[in-house]
């Protein structure tokens, strides 16, 4: 029984710590090849330090990988004076919902953890991410502080590029959803799957937009506010890729040495 225990042990540990489905494991990878911060593409043999990090933020990746909260942002409504009416049959108003800029609140801040990890470079932390995601392996509670302005430019650039990414698959644009909505507004096609469909569809643009232009602007922000540091020769820190490096540098992530 004692050698069935140690060899139960032996076992265990051989077992990868990714608790996700292999599926999952592979579309994770997605996220990780951009590279941004680096001048080149993280290539396995050129940049070992970069391809480990990149394997760990893989591995931290896993862990929130089905966390709504690290994911999911609230915004407040678009119409939040907007009463509804004695029935339910009678269309509030006739103009689409929309943002109003100065009253928007939202709190990005779980989603902006989640995109400081996926920009995390070598360079961070002093040139300690390695060992600080390495550190914190075991710590289910573990999330990427703020660090330096580049990190921070870098993580809101993060964010607005997957906002906008999420919005392009849309076959329309947010003004033509606008339209399209104020359209059936006119057509009384309330209520009705159509209108309801447009209506779920505009509310959705209209929020990934909004998530965008938050985090485009304060990224801006960090980047103007941080002029001193990019005149130091640490340009590299603040570079966001316009398109991903080629997907097989990141392929070929595998989980040796995360068991």
Not at 28 to 45: A, H, M, N, P, S
Not at 89 to 100: A, E, V
Not at 186 to 214: C, D, H, R, Y
């Amino acid at each position: 029984k004692d050698e069935d225990k140690v060899f139960t042990i032996a076992k265990d540990k051989k077992r990868s710590r990714m608790k996700v489905p292999e599926f999952q494991k592979t579309e994770l990878k997605r996220y990780l090849q951009y590279d941004d911060g680096y001048d080149d593409c993280v290539q396995e043999k050129l940049h070992p330090d970069a391809f480990e990090l990149k394997k760990l933020k893989w591995f931290h990746l896993s862990k929130i990988a089905n966390d709504p909260k690290a994911w999911v942002v609230t915004l407040s409504p678009r119409s939040p004076e907007s009463d509804p009416l004695e029935s339910s049959d009678i269309l509030i108003t006739d103009m689409p919902p929309k943002f109003d800029p100065r009253k928007l609140g939202m709190d990005i801040s779980r989603l902006v953890e989640t995109c400081r990890l996926l920009a995390l470079t070598t360079d961070d932390y002093d040139g300690n991410a390695l060992q600080v995601l390495k550190d914190n392996m075991s710590n289910a509670t573990f999330a990427v502080g703020r660090g330096s302005d580049a990190l921070e430019y870098r993580a809101l650039m993060f964010l607005a590029r997957l906002s906008s990414t999420a919005l392009l698959q849309y076959k329309i644009k947010p003004v033509e959803a606008y339209e399209r909505v104020a359209q059936l507004n006119k057509e009384n096609a309330f209520p009705g799957q159509s209108w309801t469909t447009a209506q779920l569809q505009l509310g959705e643009m209209q929020s990934l937009q909004a998530v965008s232009g938050i985090a485009f602007g304060h990224a801006k922000k960090w980047e103007e506010d941080a002029k001193n540091e990019r005149s130091t020769g640490t340009t590299a820190f603040f570079k966001i890729r316009e398109q991903s490096c080629p997907k097989e540098y990141t392929e070929i992530l595998d989980e040796e040495g995360l068991v």
